[in-house]
């Protein structure tokens, strides 16, 4: 079984290895704009299994099958605090996995943002939720920023082309959140130069 990397010359060395698949985990987001103004987003993790995993008090986990298979689906408004969460299992190693679900709408009313991954731990971590669930509401977290900001962006810039004056400062909070976006770096100054700072040279 060969992967993305088996060309990479980091990789592979001058003798072929032989790799066994034994597990694929597949996560998949989804943000949706719906018509009563709500972002509607959505993600499930998939853990299917290359080799039999084995158990005592049920029957063993099979190559091909699933052993985690678990989906999120969160309202979220325009001011990031999240309005609903619904939860599905259509795979997990035991029955009692389902029985958190309802858990999850403990959420409601907790807002996206700094702080987000810490409520959610408080709320929902350990044995007060479902591993997999949990760390899904991170992605959930990033899904929302990334379906919603370009309409933020646009609703700003109506308001005036300097990002310094726009009216919802968490729309520019991506600055220095990563090496591209970071202060000094070139994005910042093509995009926004008008958030340099005074020693930094503006485009």
């Not at 066994?20 to 998949?28: A, F, K, M, S």
């Not at 985690?68 to 190693?93: E, G, N, W």
């Not at 090496?179 to 040279?201: F, I, M, N, S, T």
Request: glycine share 8%; hydrophobic share 35%.
């Amino acid at each position: 079984m060969y992967s993305d990397y088996d060309k990479d010359e980091a990789i592979v060395t001058e003798q072929d290895i032989h790799k066994e698949l034994v597990h694929t985990r597949q996560i998949t987001c989804r943000g949706y704009r719906r018509g009563d103004g709500l972002w509607q987003i959505e993600a499930s993790v998939a853990d299917e299994k290359g080799q039999t995993v084995p158990f005592n008090s049920r029957r063993d986990v099979l190559p091909g099958e699933m052993i985690h298979h678990f989906s999120l689906c969160v309202l979220i408004d325009d001011d990031y605090q999240i309005r609903d969460v619904v939860t599905k299992t259509m795979a997990a190693p035991w029955p009692v996995c389902s029985e958190v679900a309802a858990d999850y709408r403990k959420l409601i009313g907790v807002r996206i943002g700094p702080g987000f991954n810490r409520a959610v731990r408080d709320i929902l971590g350990g044995p007060l939720g479902c591993t997999h669930l949990t760390d899904l509401l991170g992605q959930i977290g990033n899904t929302y920023m990334q379906a919603s900001w370009p309409d933020r962006v646009a609703r700003q810039r109506r308001t005036g082309d300097d990002p310094r004056h726009w009216p919802d400062t968490r729309t520019l909070s991506f600055v220095d959140g990563c090496y591209a976006w970071r202060k000094d770096g070139a994005a910042l100054a093509g995009e926004y130069p008008q958030l340099l700072g005074d020693d930094q040279v503006k485009p």
